[in-house]
């Protein structure tokens, strides 16, 4: 159980261009969902808290207009890069919380989506 | 803000050895959890620690938190190749179930 996936799993486009990330919890209802990036050999950075129904939180020095966060239904929330550039190149990783589930407190993380922006 | 510190951040080591990561961080906590990564892969959780507790054990994992330290420690027992990852901590407290992650600590257990 608690199974969360991310498509595509990795992405190839052209500078300018926007990108959409799906994350979805398969077997559970998530209220709440996680976006992270994480550059090379470095830990991840929680960018924004997706919340079901309601605007996204985003973390200091994220740009909400730049990485747009719809969380549309219990079981999906969308990153959407806008007018991406090469310095948008990064793993995004998406998490997801049960809170119906035994483990609370527990983030299911997706298996990441790879951008590369030339 | 709290943020999770290991060290160190790399290990290797032979397989049948023991491992032991640590992490540091600097605010109080609900919890502290430790994942695991292996390259270009998603985390997998592999313990969550409260911080009212002292000691946590799950299979070959064993971890300890001191609060009064405000660090935390991951041992793993009898390691084997399919062990090399990185593994981080990741610090949450308050009522918004956020997670702050350490650096990693990158370990590589030689066959």
């Known amino acids: 159980g608690a199974v969360v996936s991310q498509h595509p799993s990795w992405v190839i486009c052209k500078s300018g261009t926007s990108v959409k990330i799906e994350c979805r919890s398969l077997?559970?209802?998530?209220?709440?969902m996680f976006w992270y990036r994480q550059f090379p050999k470095q830990s991840l950075m929680l960018m924004a808290t997706s919340n079901e129904g309601s605007k996204a939180t985003y973390e200091q020095g994220v740009e909400k207009d730049k990485f747009l966060i719809n969380h549309a239904s219990l079981t999906l929330s969308t990153l959407t890069v806008t007018s991406a550039h090469p310095e948008d190149s990064s793993f995004y990783i998406c998490?997801?919380?049960?809170?119906?589930?035994?483990?609370?407190?527990?983030?299911?993380f997706g298996p990441g989506t790879r951008l590369t922006v030339l | 803000s709290q943020q999770g510190e290991e060290d160190p951040q790399a290990l290797s080591i032979q397989e049948g050895e023991n491992a032991t990561m640590n992490c540091s961080y600097k605010t109080s906590i609900n919890n502290l959890q430790w994942y695991r990564q292996n390259s270009g892969r998603g985390l997998v959780h592999l313990i969550l620690?409260?911080?009212?507790?002292r000691e946590k054990h799950s299979g070959r994992l064993r971890v300890t938190l001191d609060t009064s330290k405000k660090s935390s420690s991951l041992l793993i027992t009898a390691s084997r190749a399919a062990d090399t990852a990185s593994y981080f901590c990741a610090a949450s407290g308050g009522s918004n179930y956020k997670l702050t992650f350490g650096k990693g600590t990158l370990l590589t257990v030689n066959p």
């Open positions: 620690i409260r911080s009212n507790e």
């Open positions: 998490s997801a919380r049960d809170p119906f589930g035994t483990n609370t407190d527990t983030q299911y």
């Open positions: 077997d559970f209802q998530a209220t709440t």
